[in-house]
């Protein structure tokens, strides 16, 4: 809520007076990583090095689990697991949080700043599984690099008439521990010479 309230104005300046837009303008045209609960690790691998997204487990239409690159190297590469004889549902998270393809952006960027995902399944009302959204979807769907650098650079501009603006430093020189020690250790040298 905090992410949407500052960026939110922000935003609708950087794409022109329009609202951020939806998870499901972004995945539109976009194939998914999906796999079925018994295939096994070394095809999802696969699958997820060449798609660069991490894998929605899927059964009968529905989202069962997820399977992300963090999950291969801690759960299945660091145990020494063999690949080929393991299955994906053995080792995926399963029954993650899902978003409606109506989520915004933004929206999105929150809840995985909330939630400290890195990935979001996209699913509808149904059930049925839309697709998976990253951080850096998100981001290059917010105008990549050149949008963030407009959204922060209109942030700079406005001013901050609020009660808790920033307090300029008083410029006094205040020296480290570590170089007050040296210091000290040097006026011991001279003492002793």
């Known amino acids: 809520?905090?992410?949407?309230?500052?960026?939110?104005?922000?935003?609708?300046?950087?794409?022109?007076?329009?609202?951020?837009?939806?998870l499901r303008t972004i995945l539109?045209?976009?194939l998914s990583t999906i796999a079925s609960p018994g295939t096994n690790l070394q095809e999802v691998g696969s699958m997820m090095a060449e798609a660069r997204k991490a894998a929605l487990v899927v059964d009968n239409g529905k989202l069962i689990g997820i399977f992300g690159f963090k999950d291969m190297m801690s759960r299945a590469i660091a145990k020494e697991l063999p690949l080929e004889l393991t299955s994906v549902?053995?080792?995926?998270?399963?029954?993650?949080?899902?978003?409606?393809?109506?989520?915004?952006?933004?929206?999105?960027?929150?809840?995985?700043?909330?939630?400290?995902?890195?990935?979001?399944?996209v699913c509808e009302a149904d059930g049925r599984v839309?697709?998976?959204?990253?951080?850096?979807?998100?981001?290059?769907?917010?105008?990549?690099?050149?949008?963030?650098?407009?959204?922060?650079?209109?942030a700079m501009e406005c001013d901050d008439i609020t009660d808790t603006a920033s307090v300029h430093s008083t410029h006094k020189s205040v020296k480290s521990v570590k170089s007050m020690k040296s210091t000290t250790r040097s006026v011991k040298m001279a003492d002793t010479t």
């Open 130 to 154: 839309i697709g998976v959204v990253d951080v850096m979807d998100c981001v290059y769907a917010s105008g990549g690099a050149d949008g963030w650098r407009s959204i922060f650079a209109s």
């Open 1 to 22: 809520a905090a992410l949407q309230q500052l960026l939110g104005p922000l935003l609708s300046q950087a794409f022109g007076g329009q609202s951020s837009p939806t």
């Open 28 to 30: 539109a045209g976009k």
């Open 89 to 121: 549902s053995s080792v995926m998270t399963p029954n993650p949080e899902s978003v409606s393809p109506d989520t915004t952006v933004l929206e999105a960027l929150q809840i995985m700043h909330d939630n400290k995902f890195l990935t979001l399944p």
